[in-house]
């Protein structure tokens, strides 16, 4: 069953756990705690972005996923014939250009069929835009929606050991992508592969704290210890959230629990969140 795309924008956004809530759309998030102003918000962004703004040589045919500064839809960019997604942003603030422009190099820098390909990049007046190659399965989320909510065992594991292998190629040319979770591994064919370097750094020089905001970087449920208390990172933090990532693909559930993400930021903030060490552990799952 297909998501509606108010349920798939406030799960994007940070707003609505992976728990399924019955009923229509507004209800659903109303029944998950979003109130009716956030629920606005929401709708007035789906309308904005069902235009797509011009750019040459790109012509820009489906809104395929919307976060919470970025839109990626599919196109076709016309001088070659090939569909393609393309990423883009608003040029206004200096942070999205910052990250885009982070995110723009390190997908160039990194050749692995384990992590999605920057086809080229560039700004066509007030937009930022980054072109990738097409991924037509979806990303493990949605995937494991589509399933019910958790993944064959085996499908899971296959999905893990690419993206493990694409946490490899990061780590090789010195990145840690700061930001693994199911939606940010993109499925094609039989075959995963990592996407949104946005939050990609430099290990020597990566902190999860930016000069702009006090905020946290990257995925709360997914997030290592030493991320949420705004250390140091290296390749490690991201194989805690990969460890996370296939918990949930496998179960179905979070691994700390199943509170909305802008809850558990909440609790950061406010210094009363203690990410335990050991998940519940896993039933219905073979031991191996």
């Known amino acids: 069953m297909t998501m509606h795309p108010l349920i798939r924008l406030a799960r994007q956004r940070g707003l609505l756990s992976t728990s399924a809530v019955p009923g229509d759309a507004e209800s659903s998030l109303r029944a998950a705690g979003l109130s009716d102003s956030e629920i ?16 040459p040589g790109l012509r820009l045919i489906e809104l395929i996923g919307l976060g919470a500064h970025s839109q990626v839809w599919r196109a076709t960019q016309e001088t070659v014939d090939r569909a393609v997604a393309v990423k883009i942003i608003p040029a206004q603030r200096p942070r999205d250009v910052e990250r885009f422009l982070r995110e723009s190099r390190a997908a160039g820098a ?18 930022l835009y980054l072109v990738m190659e097409l991924m037509t399965g979806g990303d493990a989320e949605a995937l ?17 050991r690419d993206a493990a292998r ?40 990566l902190l999860t704290r930016t000069a702009q905001s006090s905020m946290v ?12 208390r705004g250390e140091q990172l290296d390749v490690r933090s991201d194989l805690f959230s990969l460890g996370a990532t296939f918990y949930r693909l496998a179960t179905g559930r979070l691994p700390f629990g199943d509170g909305t993400v802008i809850e558990t930021l909440r609790r950061l903030e406010q210094g009363a969140c203690r990410i335990p060490m050991m998940p519940p552990p896993i039933s219905r799952t073979p031991r191996a």
């Open 40 to 55: 606005g918000e929401l709708k007035q962004e789906l309308e904005r972005a069902s235009v797509p703004p011009p750019i």
């Open 110 to 127: 990194i050749g692995s069929p384990y992590v999605v390909t920057c086809h080229d990049a560039g700004q066509s007046g007030a937009t």
């Open 144 to 160: 494991a929606d589509a399933a019910g909510g958790r993944l064959p065992e085996r499908r899971a594991l296959e999905i893990i």
């Open 166 to 205: 694409g946490l490899s190629a990061l780590a090789s040319a010195g990145l840690t992508h700061r930001d693994i979770k199911p939606a940010n591994i993109l499925i094609a064919d039989d075959h995963a592969k990592l996407a949104d370097l946005g939050l990609a750094r430099d290990t020597e020089n």
């Open 217 to 228: 970087a990257g995925t709360p449920a997914f997030m290592s210890p030493e991320q949420v």
